[in-house]
């Protein structure tokens, strides 16, 4: 199913349908948006089911093909589909296509970035000859809300000048890989930290008073030296 408004529509009144070991490529790609609950932001559902217990198993979705932490060929979240089903167990690599490389974060990883920094990710590879293209997001509450930051890059890098945006601790990236034949991904950076204003090292009140002391008890005992001396 590529390149379609739905790859697969289910409507009311239909049941006990079993949609297994398919390929969704590029439907729904700039229609219908949605929300996951199993993810932390927006995306375009490829399928719908509207019915009654009907199956979604073994899918390959071409935006859901992260993360699998465990290397078993299982996406670790199940696909979101309209209407509130799901496919628990969508796979990471396609049926009978050529494997895909998909575009990840390389920097930032973590950690904790000031000033203009590059951010880098690595080239969607496996798609044959295709444009591709690439839109960046940021989120300063870890994924719950999404600025976009620049689209239509054509390269596998960005300058982010981040002076202009507030520190904070609960920073992620979020990268929108998409393709002129309607493969379409996602990936998200790790947390990280942005300080370009840090708060300025606080002398000590007890210091500012010895301070102080040591400063009027030499106002007191120079003059007096001075008369002794004479």
Do not use: C
């Not at 019915?51 to 670790?76: K, M, R, S, T």
């Not at 600025?147 to 609960?170: E, K, Q, R």
């Not at 606080?202 to 102080?212: E, M, P, R, V």
Request: aromatic share 18%; net charge negative.
């Amino acid at each position: 199913m590529i390149n379609g408004l739905y790859g697969v529509h289910l409507s009311t009144g239909s049941t006990s349908n079993t949609i297994r070991s398919n390929n969704f490529i590029g439907n729904n790609a700039d229609d219908f948006i949605e929300y996951s609950p199993m993810a932390p932001y927006y995306y375009f559902s490829q399928a719908s089911d509207y019915g009654e217990a009907n199956l979604f198993q073994y899918n390959y979705w071409n935006e859901w093909i992260i993360p699998d932490f465990d290397i078993d060929g299982i996406v670790d979240n199940p696909y979101y589909i309209s209407g509130g089903n799901y496919d628990d167990v969508p796979v990471v690599i396609p049926y009978n296509i050529p494997p895909i490389i998909a575009s990840v974060f390389i920097f930032p990883s973590g950690g904790n970035v000031s000033g203009t920094i590059t951010i880098q990710w690595n080239e969607l590879m496996g798609i044959g000859d295709e444009d591709i293209y690439y839109d960046l997001y940021y989120s300063s509450d870890d994924s719950n809300t999404w600025v976009l930051l620049v689209m239509g890059l054509t390269t596998t890098s960005y300058d982010w000048n981040t002076t202009n945006i507030a520190d904070g601790n609960h920073y992620r990236l979020m990268l929108r890989t998409y393709t002129s034949n309607g493969y379409f991904f996602i990936d998200i950076s790790d947390q990280f930290q942005i300080t370009n204003n840090p708060e300025p090292t606080k002398t000590s009140a007890s210091f500012q008073g010895l301070t102080i002391v040591i400063f009027g008890f030499l106002l007191f005992i120079l003059p007096f030296r001075k008369k002794r001396d004479r």
